[in-house]
């Protein structure tokens, strides 16, 4: 196996561990931003089952991503770019999500600094994206 084989596979199987755990531990476990979501006494119940389906969604989508990309058996080129797509989806519905009538990126009761210029879930998003683009790229040069 090519050192760029094994540089894209280590950085899909990043970014499935960021996907298995990242929703996890940003809406119910790190206090300061599970106030903003799982701990918020604002959100009704039903926005609070939502943020949950979605972690628990998430860990499913990391697990099997994760999956694919260290399985030995079957095509390792087609395992990786499934594990990539796979662990692509919760990244790609962030903009998605953004783009629904009334949605907002964060709550305003919460003073939440951008990151380069870009609200924090889309900053995660666009680097999660880039990582796994990177992957891709370096796993169809290494062919």
């Given at each position: ?59 499913l ?33 962030m ?12 709550d ?36």
């Amino acid at each position: 196996m090519s050192k760029r084989t094994v540089a894209a596979r280590a950085l899909v199987g990043l970014v499935g561990a960021m996907t298995a755990g990242g929703a996890l531990a940003a809406d119910a476990l790190v206090p300061e931003t599970a106030r903003r979501h799982l701990r918020n006494p604002r959100w009704p119940g039903h926005a609070k089952f939502h943020d949950a389906q979605y972690i628990v969604m998430s860990m499913l989508l990391g697990g099997y991503s994760l999956r694919l990309v260290t399985r030995r058996r079957g095509d390792p080129d087609r395992n990786l770019l499934a594990a990539a797509a796979i662990s692509s989806t919760p990244w790609l519905g962030m903009y998605g999500a953004a783009a629904f009538p009334g949605t907002e990126l964060v709550d305003e009761e919460f003073d939440t600094p951008k990151v380069l210029g870009l609200d924090p879930n889309i900053f995660v998003a666009t680097s999660c994206l880039a990582v796994l683009g990177t992957a891709v790229g370096l796993a169809r040069s290494a062919r």
